[in-house]
């Protein structure tokens, strides 16, 4: 395979050298204007390095480095320097980068670098599918936790759906991760090191949606000075995300049902198709089959959908897993601000599976933020947009209860990494009295802890 480099820089002449130098070195170049594009070039499964200048308007190098690194800590970033940046080149390999070269640079050195760069990335990657054929924890465990049989279903039919080139259906409530579901999905197929394009089906203004998709020719409407790649040929070779695709425009379905079928389009004012080598995975608040029913949605269009579906369960489905996902959710906050970590009571982690969380991941994300930057103190209970029990005003009051204590020993299990001696101590209650609850309530410490703990009770 040809190696491959994502070149970044916002001057056009310097961009087009490079990247017509590193062609002729023996590179598969692409080459992009800004950050932003990047960031859409490039995930989890991108297999080459990056190259980008340090100083460009908007997002500048040191940025995209830091925003590469959320996605993946272990894509090679190199950049381009003036000699009077040097110092801040060097605080960029102190960040992460994998080296930087100095302007006005000899094409040779910086081939070097490149190759010596995607011959690191290649091996993590390696290193990466061996664990996963090892049965270690893999990538999509890591970006998806939980020991519920709801996330073990869901994190095996994503690898089973992601081995196929098939287009998805994503539903789930809002803020349990959808997106996170979609861009895992695209990046462990064959398409990983291509573009990922998220559109925001609710936010399109309807005036412009046409142009945004497809594109347009110049000339195509006034203004258009001159010809545009729409939404749909910047993912091509990888993946686009329709988000909340049952806030689509009616017209816009109908269009968006023959680019499905043929795989082609046509760009405002032009009359040749396109061919479109892009999968497309739509995600949905609701069932797409109640928006048929009240006529919101075509019914042609969701047969077309509904082959690959994939359901993302809410928070409270998953209430053995809150604790250990709180976490997770506090080391990954922390790595993003560069913090340490803060310890966080047993109690109050036992808490947490109680509650409801009406928010999903993303307000129990936003907990782990507050409490991870002082402003909320984890002494005190855990707050939550939901009751205060966690449970719904219609349940009766043995049931209840019932759901409370079941929370209350997953979450006990889960904070004390599945020592059964700390659980039925810090309960108060005796070991034979603990293991009756766990068979009454059908918990199973391997499906709560995480794999390789042992039972030290």
């Given at each position: 395979m040809?190696?491959r ?8 002449q310097?961009?087009?050298?490079t ?13 992009v ?8 070039l ?7 390095a ?16 830091g925003?590469?690194?959320e ?5 090679p ?8 940046e040097?110092p ?29 760069a ?13 664990r ?15 020991r519920?049989e ?6 095996y039919r994503?690898?089973a759906?992601g081995a196929?080139?098939?287009?998805a259906?994503v ?12 861009r ?18 609710a ?18 409407f ?7 790649y729409?939404?749909?040929?910047h ?9 909340e ?5 009616p ?22 198709p ?20 009240r ?12 082959v ?12 053995e897993?809150?604790?250990l ?5 506090m ?17 109050f ?8 969380w ?15 930057l ?11 947009g ?15 209860v019932?759901?409370?204590?079941r929370?209350?020993?997953?979450g ?15 309960l ?5 009295t603990?293991?009756e609850k ?5 918990l199973d410490?391997?499906?709560?802890v995480?794999p ?5 009770a």
């Amino acid at each position: 395979m040809t190696p491959r480099v994502l070149l970044v820089d916002d001057d056009e002449q310097m961009r087009r050298s490079t990247a017509q130098a590193l062609d002729l070195a023996g590179f598969a170049v692409e080459a992009v204007g800004s950050g932003e594009e990047a960031l859409t070039l490039a995930g989890p499964g991108f297999s080459g390095a990056v190259v980008s200048d340090i100083r460009m308007p908007g997002m500048d190098g040191m940025t995209l480095l830091g925003r590469l690194h959320e996605i993946d800590p272990e894509i090679p970033v190199i950049l381009f320097t003036g000699h009077a940046e040097v110092p801040l080149a060097v605080e960029a390999i102190r960040s992460g980068a994998y080296d930087f070269i100095e302007k006005p640079f000899v094409v040779h050195d910086l081939a070097t670098v490149i190759r010596r760069a995607i011959g690191h990335r290649g091996l993590v990657l390696e290193n990466r599918r061996l664990r996963a054929v090892a049965g270690k924890r893999d990538d999509v465990e890591a970006r998806l936790p939980g020991r519920t049989e709801v996330m073990v279903d869901l994190r095996y039919r994503l690898r089973a759906i992601g081995a196929s080139d098939a287009d998805a259906l994503v539903i789930g409530p809002t803020g349990a991760g959808k997106e996170v579901v979609a861009r895992t999905l695209h990046d462990i197929s064959a398409r990983g090191s291509r573009p990922f394009v998220a559109i925001n089906c609710a936010a399109l203004p309807e005036a412009l949606i046409e142009s945004e998709l497809f594109g347009h020719e110049a000339g195509a409407f006034p203004g258009a000075l001159r010809p545009r790649y729409g939404k749909f040929e910047h993912a091509r070779g990888g993946t686009v995300l329709l988000d909340e695709i049952g806030s689509m425009p009616p017209d816009t379905q109908a269009k968006l049902l023959r680019v499905l079928q043929e795989r082609v389009i046509t760009r405002l004012g032009a009359n040749d198709p396109v061919p479109l080598d892009v999968r497309f995975i739509a995600t949905s608040k609701e069932e797409l089959s109640a928006l048929v029913a009240r006529g919101q949605f075509r019914e042609d269009l969701y047969w077309r959908l509904n082959v690959a579906v994939l359901r993302v369960p809410p928070l409270s489905a998953r209430r053995e897993d809150i604790p250990l996902l709180f976490l997770h959710l506090m080391r990954e906050s922390a790595a993003r601000h560069k913090l340490a970590e803060r310890e966080v009571p047993a109690a109050f982690l036992s808490g947490l599976a109680a509650h409801d969380w009406p928010g999903n991941v993303r307000e129990l994300r936003n907990l782990a933020e507050r409490i991870l930057l002082g402003l909320e103190d984890p002494h005190g209970p855990p707050t939550s947009g939901g009751t205060a029990d966690g449970m719904t005003g219609g349940d009766r009051l043995p049931d209840r209860v019932a759901q409370f204590e079941r929370s209350l020993i997953a979450g006990a299990i889960a904070v004390h990494g599945g020592r059964l001696r700390a659980v039925y101590e810090g309960l108060g209650i005796s070991r034979k009295t603990l293991y009756e609850k766990m068979q009454k309530y059908g918990l199973d410490r391997r499906l709560i802890v995480e794999p390789g703990d042992e039972d030290r009770a």
